[in-house]
């Protein structure tokens, strides 16, 4: 080909680009272009608007369940959060409503806004409507506090209170409903403060927690502040009654959606729980050396009992082995003993709550009293020096759960030792022991199992004094890292602590997980 023919050609061409180009530049290009901004632009009002929107579903949803007006509380979120303005939008148009079900308080928060357009003008659109909406819920609480006040937080004592009180007032008086277990070698619920107590009447938590006491009565802050230190770890009966409190309210509540939880502080690991040792159907008394009046199951060789041997009490306490839990030696299945049987403070109609939170020792629990709370005389070899009056650690304690199975072997006191639990060596502290984590990981899965409450079990574990059982403490929370997790159980947390500042922190993280909205 001619290269000057070539060069005509492709000037020729050349031209033709340039008329289309010119062409599409108008029709094209800069709707294109314009589009693109625009859209830059929308979608930056939008977030933002979007931004409002969620905070003031959730700056509001805190105070859900209050007297606080939350529709108007959310419209000042909304107002502060996108201001007037924004990239020229203009007619903003909120929309927030609130609404509770049962105690399910839930706050929509929706809004509008024109957006002024600058490139799409050229084609006749001269605004754009954006739009943004959030929901927050809370749920009104049900919550048993369960503390451990064993003899070894004696150091640590004011930080329990201190992290307890503050954790209480995180929740909302006359909304959420508190009740205080506190627990030792016996447990006994201090508030509310109702004596004499009652495992089924009563009202369990309530809305009452923090107001003012009347003088000479006290609420669940004047309690958690007199809180003081006593024997040993009954942990089991400490959950089985804050179970109990929780059905009580909500028989009276009624209303399925409040959410139930129990929250566990301890520093150790279990060594007692209560039991009924002359049951007739369990008979847990050696009929061969134990002098006792209400042994339904003598020996023919025995001792005559001092005086009648019809049975006439049920013989019921709590029994643990003594000694601190920082190193297990003192469970040491060769040299473990010092168990004693002692008063379950559920009997006493005496004493106020108050007095009990404050007084604890072992001299006034040493007596063991019958279910009316009276005396129970001459039952030899059934104390701290001498526990040859019984022939086996009771099959289940006294609230009818389980001292037996092999989930034990999951427990830091099986893995140290490695002794198969032995339930015919009731004088030995190891295998008491066992029997005592065995009551509380059968206590837990008894009160997860019950489906029409779907109660939330949290655990606090305090390391500061030698550690706990965390796979305990796993179990019982039902925690997904838990050896016995079970998805149709409610899943709750567990958190350790090591220090004060660790315990504060600890309980704060309980109660957000509790207290969290949903959006």
Known sequence: MDSSNWRKKFSARRGSTLVLFSLMLPLVLIPIVGLAIDGTMLYIVQAKLSAACDGAALGAGRLLGTPANTVEIAGEFLNANFPAGYWGAYNVRPDIRANTIFSTHTITVSATADVPLLFMRILGQNSSRVA?????????????????????????????????????????PGTDELGLVIFGGSAFVAYPTTRPYSLTSGTGPNVHFADTPAQGSDNMITLLNALQVGTDTGTAEGLWLAYQELKKANAIDNDPTRLNAIVLFTDGVPNGFTAW???????????????????????????????????????VGWMATSGSSQNLSFFSPSTSSGIGIYNMLIFDATNSAKYWVSHLSGSQVNDMVDISGTPVNNCQHLDDTDMTGLKKIPPQDYYGTSTSGTAYTNGILYKKYKVAYDSTKPDNGYHVGLASWNVVDNTAQRILSDTNMNIAIYCIGYTGNGGVDAALLKRVANTQDATSYNTNYQTGIYVEAADSTGLNNAFNTVASEILRLAQ
Do not use: H, W
């Open 277 to 315: 040792f002359n049951d007739p159907n369990n008979n847990a008394l050696n009929g061969s050396v134990c002098r006792c009046t209400y042994n339904p199951s003598p020996d023919s060789t025995a001792p005559a009992p001092p005086t009648q041997p019809n049975i006439t009490k049920n013989i």
């Open 132 to 172: 943004a909406s959030a929901v927050a819920t809370r749920r009104d609480t049900r919550v048993e506090l369960v503390l451990d006040r064993s003899y070894s937080m004696v150091n640590q004592m004011s930080a329990l209170r201190t992290a307890a009180v503050t954790f209480t007032n995180l929740f909302t």
